[in-house]
């Protein structure tokens, strides 16, 4: 994957996006398999998307928890999870209580540079719902092992242009990996940062990693994502932890890790973000 390091370390020009082999879920049935995918609206400063992988907490990318105007990490009360959003309804809507990016991940870094492509693959944030979600309807998504070259994959997300239904991408492949970044043929948009990538197994789908940026590999635009093998685990933990600390009145403010910078978006492609 050395090509896919080199231009992630001298980007001039974003990518272009490309659309491949999306299709809208658009019938209550086809997308009802998908629920635990939803919308995360940023305030009034956009969306991203994100994943239910427990009754209250919501996996999506660390960059996506942070106000790219001010640099500043969003108040979690700010941030509404609509799971299964579809035509202006959703299966379940929740505001956040508390957010949590990886602490391995800085805002603010030159997009392009090699400190930028080194911290991607600790892109990815938790955010804990005020109240859980419970019903039959929508269930967690299971997550998996690390992605290999040549799986085949799912990425179910929202994006620029197509904010009021989900899509998929169901024929997506590993290129291959370089430390923690997974780079995919598939292509994505602004609005996809936080997608779940989905691996299908004997025992159903589950969530193998999550859309953290767009690249260019030889005049061919790809997605990088970020594993949750390895990281997950932990940043679970942690925020059990810190919920179990705060104190009933402060459970609505955001948790955020040491060593993070100002800044904002990461996701390197042309226009409005996040």
């Known amino acids: 994957m050395r090509g896919v390091l080199v231009w992630l370390a001298l980007l001039a020009q974003p990518a272009l996006g490309w659309d491949g082999?999306?299709?809208?879920?658009?019938?209550?049935v086809v997308a009802g398999r998908w629920a635990a995918v939803g919308r995360i609206d940023l305030?009034?400063?956009?969306?991203?998307s994100g994943t239910l992988i427990a009754p209250d907490v919501v996996l999506t990318a660390a960059h996506c928890l942070f106000d790219k105007a001010t640099g500043e990490p969003y108040r979690a009360s700010e941030l509404t999870f609509l799971a299964g959003w579809r035509d202006g309804r959703a299966e379940a809507d929740r505001a956040g209580a508390m957010i949590l990016p990886h602490p391995g991940y800085r805002p603010g870094l030159?997009?392009?540079s090699m400190a930028h492509r080194d911290q991607i693959g600790s892109d990815l944030g938790l955010i804990k719902l005020g109240e859980p979600i419970l019903l039959p309807s929508i269930t967690p998504a299971a997550t998996g092992s690390f992605p290999r070259g040549g799986d085949r994959v799912e990425i179910v997300s929202y994006a620029r242009d197509r904010s009021e239904a989900a899509s998929m991408q169901d024929a997506c492949a590993v290129l291959g990996t370089e430390g923690r970044m997974v780079v995919l043929d598939c292509v994505t948009d602004f609005?996809?940062?936080?997608?779940p990538v989905f691996r299908d197994t004997a025992y159903g789908s589950e969530l193998v990693s999550v859309i953290s940026a767009g690249a260019e590999v030889n005049g061919r635009p790809v997605t990088i994502a970020v594993p949750v093998?390895?990281?997950l685990d932990d940043l679970m933990a942690e925020l059990d932890r810190a919920w179990r600390a705060a104190a009933p009145g402060a459970r609505r403010a955001s948790v955020q890790s040491g060593g993070m910078g100002a800044g904002g978006a990461k996701f390197l492609k042309a226009g409005e973000g996040p």
């Open 21 to 28: 082999n999306l299709r809208p879920l658009e019938t209550g």
């Open 43 to 48: 305030g009034s400063r956009g969306f991203c």
């Open 110 to 112: 030159e997009e392009g």
């Open 191 to 195: 609005g996809a940062s936080g997608a």
């Open 229 to 231: 093998e390895g990281l």
